[in-house]
């Protein structure tokens, strides 16, 4: 397979791509299907290097030379990408941000509102793709930590009953807290080696940093911005920036969520938890209080997006809730020998011959399954 740069005049803007796009290093910038809006998008794309397979570049021109535009056209848009949408608009607007200060605001206002509706349509997409990261796309690690840590808020402020101004408020928090840092976190996330000691005086500072970025764009909701400037605080004072005792009730949800969402999510030097794992030790941290029992009930004990063993022998992925936190629905992926099957089949765990009877730690073998697939979704 030989890739070769992506060439400007095979994006269409607003039209669903035709091809894969990735960096040089293999990671995932666009998916097959996602929407190239305009050219600050296009322009992010070719900046991490976009790379396109060649025989499906051919493939492409050639229906393009044979005048059948309907050949170009991937699938239309599913719900995953718009969820993957939502990170390259998130840094089309900070990269956007020296250029235009005056449309920031309103701006990440729309993208709140749309990552919320997104949430509210099927919270259990965005959970399954919070859960099921792909290792391949740790170089935006920071854009896809700021998305998935902003869906955990919203759950969690709607579940303890927060007004929904105040809801998006503090998704808003979520998707602005590292917006200076957005970059390192990637290569942090990518570069399988300790944190170096000037990337570690860099993220000391960054909540301080990314609340400046704010205060310059306009921002003067001072509940947002002092979630961002104190989500790395603690209340024993061993926190930073600023070693503080006291935090905003804002800046509490705001940690909760981001610590959460950090130990779900794979990087090169660390394999992720397991959302079970994760809950027990956020339970530990918040003392079993609201906060984090709100994340801990939105997640259950096996969240879309885990890969588990049933009782018959078959591998599967949860892909929808229950009322029963340790009864979801789930996709089998292989026969009960553990041989991939070519039709998956979904199965209510709480039936006794296909109860759920543990996680399993490799998920090498969900890299070959399209969440479409999983959801019965064109793909």
């Not at 918040?286 to 259950?300: L, P, Q, R, S, V």
Request: hydrophobic residues 45%.
């Amino acid at each position: 397979m030989a890739w070769v740069k992506m060439d400007r005049h095979l994006v269409q803007f607003g039209m669903p791509s035709p091809l894969e796009v990735r960096d040089a290093e293999g990671h995932l910038l666009l998916s097959k299907g996602a929407v190239v809006e305009n050219d600050e998008q296009l322009a992010a794309l070719l900046a991490h290097g976009a790379l396109v397979e060649s025989d499906e570049v051919k493939a492409v021109l050639a229906a393009q030379n044979a005048g059948r535009p309907e050949a170009v056209e991937a699938r239309p848009t599913s719900v995953f990408g718009l969820w993957d949408q939502l990170r390259w608009r998130l840094e089309r607007i900070v990269k956007g941000l020296a250029e235009d200060p005056k449309n920031f605001a309103p701006r990440i206002d729309e993208l709140a509102q749309h990552l919320a509706l997104l949430t509210e349509k099927d919270a259990d997409v965005g959970i399954f793709l919070a859960v099921r990261q792909d290792t391949r796309k740790l170089s935006i690690y920071g854009l896809s930590h700021a998305v998935y840590t902003g869906m955990i808020c919203f759950l969690m402020a709607q579940r303890m009953g927060w007004p929904r101004e105040r809801c998006l408020t503090l998704v808003k928090a979520a998707l602005t807290m590292n917006m200076s840092v957005f970059e390192l976190q990637g290569r942090l996330a990518a570069q399988g080696v300790p944190m170096l000691a000037e990337q570690r005086a860099v993220l000391h500072e960054h909540p301080l940093e990314s609340a400046r970025m704010l205060r310059e764009a306009g921002i003067t909701d001072e509940e947002w911005l002092t979630a961002v400037e104190q989500h790395h605080e603690w209340t024993d004072g061993k926190g930073y920036p600023r070693g503080l005792t006291e935090m905003s009730e804002m800046a509490r949800a705001l940690k909760y969520a981001d610590i959460f969402m950090a130990k779900i999510s794979p990087k090169a030097i660390r394999k992720p938890l397991h959302a079970q794992e994760a809950a027990r030790e956020l339970f530990k941290t918040d003392g079993g209080g609201a906060m984090a029992m709100a994340i801990i009930k939105e997640f259950g004990i096996y969240p879309p997006g885990e890969l588990v063993k049933l009782k018959t022998g078959e591998l599967a992925v949860v892909i929808r809730r229950t009322a029963s936190a340790s009864t979801p629905i789930a996709a089998s992926i292989t026969d009960r020998t553990g041989v991939p099957v070519l039709n998956i089949v979904r199965r209510d765990t709480s039936r006794a011959e296909h109860a759920i009877t543990g996680f399993v730690a490799d998920k090498s073998v969900l890299d070959r399954v399209p969440p479409e697939r999983l959801y019965g979704l064109p793909g």
